[in-house]
């Protein structure tokens, strides 16, 4: 029983990552904050599906311009439009000829279960 969730958890369920303490979802197999093992099996009823989304891009700091501030901040919205979640991932500064890479990425788990969590 030692690292397994019962099969039984709603979908949708989350819980805190023992390492890194970041809300993650309570089937994940990786920690995808910190990507500490959780588990080495996964449920029976889930299933990990391809990266359903990723999008990276790059700011590069001109040579001739003073220091520039960034926030990158992530929102998820629903099917009409309204914020599900919004949270500033990181802040930071940058100088001179220094460049910056964001990374985003969407992560679908699917179930053989029919209803998810709230619904
Ligand atoms: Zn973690």
Redesign the pocket.
């Known amino acids: 029983m030692l690292g397994r969730a019962p099969a039984e958890k709603p979908i949708g369920a989350t819980r805190q990552?023992p390492?890194?303490k970041?809300m993650?979802l309570e089937s994940a197999t990786t920690?995808p904050?910190?990507r500490?093992h959780l588990r080495f099996d996964q449920p029976p009823d889930r299933q990990t599906l391809d990266q359903a989304l990723k999008i990276e891009g790059s700011i590069t700091h001109p040579a001739d311009a003073g220091a520039w501030e960034y926030c990158m901040v992530a929102v998820i919205k629903n099917e009409r439009g309204e914020e599900v979640e919004r949270k500033v991932i990181g802040v930071g500064a940058m100088k001179a000829n220094e460049t910056r890479t964001f990374s985003l990425s969407v992560d679908v788990v699917a179930s053989t279960r029919m209803r998810a969590k709230n619904q």
């Open positions: 990552c390492h890194c970041a993650i920690c904050a910190c500490g």
